[in-house]
């Protein structure tokens, strides 16, 4: 048992998990780390060490995957029927809604975010998109084919599953990203191998431990814990992972399609964005306002979908930036676990820095420092929503992805949606957007024109488990969520048959 740490708001059940030993999930099994290794985490609101966790590496990876095989080619998972694999993803759910209180309590230490948002929006989102897919388990179909083949066939498609899933999710969202790998990987029938990320591995393991009581089989699910450069590289360049789904950078996403080419695997990507805020003269103020606040700010700006890049309307520009700023300025900051908490910190110092660090190339380009600017305190890593003006399409706070509570605001005075559109998509990166405004025909028109996998109409971000999401350029490959998100599970089979 590691020393308690203390907090009044963790609850014993929390601290319990706080104090354990953070093993890795093998074959249904907790083991160390071969290396007998293990790393520290943190509560990013204090900077405080949380837990000890096993750092694996390439060889508790391939100890992973062999086990992720022997499950996948196995009768206990590969011969159930959909119908009882639903039932498990389902039964899944369940746990994570019972047990949301410590979920939320475990994701606010440590990831940062309010506890009221862990417990009351991700984790319901969670279970959300569990029975989502649940529910696909036994709709997963082919199509029967019409040929014009000489002679009498009956061609018909089946779709399979692909195999062995190497999944590498982010420190932004972990119990939301897991699930969003998980899930569909589970419907259609895969084995997975697991890689949280260094910063966030708490909840993933508390998932694992959900996982087991579920009564999904052993070695289908299997959790190692370790860092992007050692862990996540070897699920990468794996010889017997059949895909690899990545969620995080850019940077890291070239890497892993390098590291896939040794033997062809497949590889989807949901990586950066810097997602368009288009307001035109005559959108509702009181939705367009607190809707490009909560498109930049939430969960520290910690978004890949975040607006970061809002356009307003010379006509309504001043009024947005006045709104946006007073709304900033009554943003509750604070520790994750602190009540009323509306923003917790970012993840680490290293991301406070690099935050501030493009705040101060802002300043020094000519941006104005509308709103904040600065590090909120000396624990923990806070930093005040802000607000940029007299941004230019070439400054780098403008061009490159920040990640962090900080917008970017510029105005355009023109009515001709192709050039404002070409502004909006001057970038590397299509993941999402948002227009708002009352005309119905300017919305269809400049949703067509924005080149990004999701765009909202007088919202932002929506994320329902319906709605498929991903990236056009540099933003990724592939969509998750929704039935897209099964697609990327499955390889197609067809069969012809001479009668």
């Given at each position: ?63 992973a995957v062999q086990a992720a095989r022997r499950a996948f080619e196995g009768r206990a998972w590969r011969m159930m029927t959909p119908n009882e694999r ?175 080419a040794g033997n062809l695997k497949k590889v989807s990507l949901e990586l950066g964005g810097k997602s368009p805020v288009i307001v035109f003269p005559d ?13 930049i700010f939430a969960n520290s700006g910690q978004v890949c979908t975040a607006g970061s890049r809002l356009f307003a309307h010379k006509k309504v520009f ?182």
């Amino acid at each position: 048992m590691n020393a308690p740490y203390v907090h009044p708001k963790i609850g014993p059940r929390a601290a319990a998990f706080l104090a354990r030993e953070h093993k890795l999930l093998i074959d249904g099994k907790w083991v160390p780390a071969r290396s007998g290794k293990t790393f520290d985490t943190f509560d990013p609101g204090t900077g405080r060490v949380i837990a000890k966790v096993a750092e694996g590496d390439a060889v508790d990876v391939d100890f992973a995957v062999q086990a992720a095989r022997r499950a996948f080619e196995g009768r206990a998972w590969r011969m159930m029927t959909p119908n009882e694999r639903g039932k498990l993803i389902w039964r899944l759910a369940d746990l994570l809604e019972q047990n949301a209180e410590e979920l939320g309590v475990l994701e606010a230490l440590n990831n940062g975010k309010p506890f009221a948002t862990a417990r009351d929006r991700d984790v319901p989102g969670c279970a959300d998109l569990f029975r989502y897919m649940a529910g696909w388990a036994t709709k997963i179909t082919g199509e029967t084919l019409g040929i014009s083949t000489p002679g009498q066939f009956h061609a018909f498609t089946v779709r399979e599953p692909v195999g062995v899933v190497g999944q590498i999710i982010p420190w932004n969202g972990p119990l939301a990203m897991a699930t969003w790998k998980l899930a569909p990987a589970l419907a259609t029938g895969c084995t997975v191998v697991l890689k949280p990320a260094e910063q966030t591995p708490l909840t993933a393991l508390r998932m694992g431990e959900l996982i087991q009581e579920a009564g999904i089989p052993d070695g289908v699910v299997n959790i190692v814990t370790g860092f992007g450069a050692t862990a996540g590289a070897a699920i990468a360049a794996h010889p017997d992972i059949d895909k690899v789904g990545f969620t995080g950078s850019s940077e890291v996403g070239r890497i892993i399609v390098h590291a896939a080419a040794g033997n062809l695997k497949k590889v989807s990507l949901e990586l950066g964005g810097k997602s368009p805020v288009i307001v035109f003269p005559d959108a509702d103020m009181s939705v367009a306002i607190p809707g490009a606040t909560q498109a930049i700010f939430a969960n520290s700006g910690q978004v890949c979908t975040a607006g970061s890049r809002l356009f307003a309307h010379k006509k309504v520009f001043d009024r947005m930036i006045d709104g946006i700023a007073q709304q900033a300025s009554q943003i509750r900051v604070g520790h994750g676990l602190t009540d009323g908490s509306q923003m917790g910190p970012v993840i680490s110092q290293t991301q406070m820095e690099r935050v501030m660090g493009y705040v101060d190339q802002g300043r020094a380009a000519g941006a104005t420092v509308t709103a904040g600017g600065n590090r909120i305190g000396q624990e923990g890593y806070f930093v005040a929503p802000t607000i940029l003006t007299d941004t230019k399409p070439e400054m780098s706070v403008v061009k490159e992805e920040i990640f962090g509570p900080v917008l970017c605001a510029m105005s355009f005075d023109d009515d001709d949606l192709e050039r404002i559109a070409k502004q909006a998509n001057d970038s590397i990166y299509g993941l999402a957007g948002s227009i708002w405004t009352q005309n119905i025909s300017i919305a269809h028109k400049m949703a067509q024109r924005i080149r990004a996998g999701r765009i909202g109409i007088n919202t932002h971000g929506n994320v329902d488990a319906a709605l498929p999401t991903g990236g056009f350029k540099q933003s990724g490959w592939g969509r998750e969520k929704g039935h897209e998100g099964l697609h990327l599970y499955t390889e197609v089979k067809s069969v012809i048959v001479s009668l």
